[in-house]
Every structure is written in structure tokens, then in C-alpha cells.
């Protein structure tokens, strides 16, 4: 057995007993107490000739569960514990999740921002996510809308979004739009129709545009505005 070895499994006993996690009786984890027998039995393997090295590396390599190197092991938490890098990303993308709420909303809270700022009531933005997308952050539609507002291209450029498939400037921005329409036409009828229309088409036919898509497209959003409301 190499000088190479020995000190591997001397900076292994060394990170886990840094990193051992203590019991409200103060006992040390038994996995310190194994890599310290391992060690034991290591320099005594060089007196005697006998120690088997191929069979001590994978001992101790096979606790780090496959990792390619001592660099990804990671000193995280009150609680002294090491966290591969994968597992650290699993944790942080479980916990950025949004939490849906009864209703299927998955973006309450964004809403509730976005209400709140540009002054429309909360499910009124919650019906126009729910016919544009259904909650689908990730949708493109055939004429290249993008995401739970389905914002066109040139509209989210015009309104300062960058990337429309980001929940947070989606909304914001598709928020702020409809905020622009209930300025410009005055009632909610005509906002909606201007969102899917276009305001031009809105000013061209002074009303709801008569195109079947539009005019199903308010009124099933009325339809959940109405009901929500309720």
C-alpha cells in the first residue's frame, strides 16, 4: 500500500469526522468509527504484508456512492452534513416548486404580485392564464404565443419581457398588457377582446372583432371571471 492511499483514506476520515453528525447524547456516527479501523488495519497491513489495498479502496470509495471525486462533497447545513453536488440541485429545484392550491392554480402568488401592482382583481388574471395556457408554463401556441399569457414575440419585447417562459416576467408582463387594454377600451369585454385580438382589430370593428375565436375567447373567460367571483 502507497503513501497515496494512506493519505486518501486519512482525508476521507478527516472530512467525515468534520462532518459526522452528533446525537443529542453526543455520539459520534459509526461511519467515523469504520473508516478509523480501516486506517488501523492499513498501516498495519504494511508491517505484516498481508493488507489487501485493492479491497480498503472499495470499501471506502463505495460509501461515497459512486461520486467521481472528494471535491464533490459539499459542507452544508446547521447540522454539519455533506451533500453531493446532484443531491444539492435536486433539493433546490424541489424546493423552488411552486405549490398548487385547490383551484389548479399553480402561480397564486405571482398573481396576487401582479394584481396588486398593475390594480386588476386577481381572477380576472387567473382566467385569462387559465384559457391562454391552462397553467402551462412551457406552451407555444401555432402562432408562436409563449407561455401562461401567451405573449406574441414582439408584444413581451414591447413590454420589456425577456423570456417569456419565465412564470415571473410572463405574468408581469402579460398583466401590464391587460392593464393596457382596460385603459385604452375602457370595460373588460373590450380589454379581452383587444389581448386576442389586437387593439387595431378592436378600433377597426368598434367592439368585439366578429371572429369566432375572439368572441368564444371572451366569453369563456368572462365565464371563469364570473364564476370566480361567485
Keep these: 500500500m502507497n503513501a497515496r492511499t494512506i493519505r486518501t483514506l486519512m482525508d476521507i476520515q478527516a472530512m467525515q469526522t468534520l462532518g459526522s453528525v452528533q446525537s443529542s ?10 473508516f478509523s479501523d480501516m486506517i488501523n488495519n492499513a498501516l498495519d497491513g504494511i508491517n505484516n504484508k498481508s493488507f489487501n489495498t485493492h479491497s480498503v479502496m472499495n470499501q471506502s470509495f463505495g460509501m461515497l456512492d ?30 423552488s416548486k411552486p405549490i398548487a392550491d385547490s383551484g389548479g392554480n399553480h402561480f397564486s402568488g405571482l398573481v396576487e404580485q401582479a394584481a396588486r401592482v398593475y390594480g386588476l382583481p386577481e381572477s380576472l388574471i387567473t382566467s385569462v392564464i387559465k384559457q391562454e395556457s391552462n397553467f402551462n408554463s412551457t406552451t407555444v401556441s401555432g402562432a408562436g404565443a409563449i407561455g401562461l399569457m401567451q405573449l406574441m414575440p414582439g408584444t413581451a419585447k414591447f413590454l420589456g419581457v425577456r423570456n417569456s417562459f419565465d412564470p415571473v416576467q410572463n405574468i408581469m408582463g402579460g398583466t ?13 369585454e373590450l380589454a379581452l377582446a383587444a389581448y386576442n385580438a389586437g387593439p387595431g382589430n378592436v378600433k377597426k370593428y368598434g367592439g368585439i372583432p366578429p371572429f369566432k375565436e375572439t368572441q368564444d375567447y371572451v366569453s369563456k373567460v368572462l365565464n371563469y371571471y364570473n364564476t370566480a367571483k361567485v
Design 25 to 34: 447524547f453526543g455520539v459520534q456516527d459509526s461511519t467515523s468509527t469504520l
Design 66 to 95: 459512486g461520486l467521481s471525486s472528494m471535491e464533490n462533497l459539499l459542507f452544508k447545513g446547521s447540522n454539519n452534513v455533506y451533500l453531493p453536488n446532484s443531491l444539492e440541485l435536486i433539493l433546490q429545484k424541489t424546493a
Design 176 to 188: 401590464k398588457y391587460l392593464r393596457q387594454m382596460l385603459d385604452q377600451f375602457g370595460t373588460i
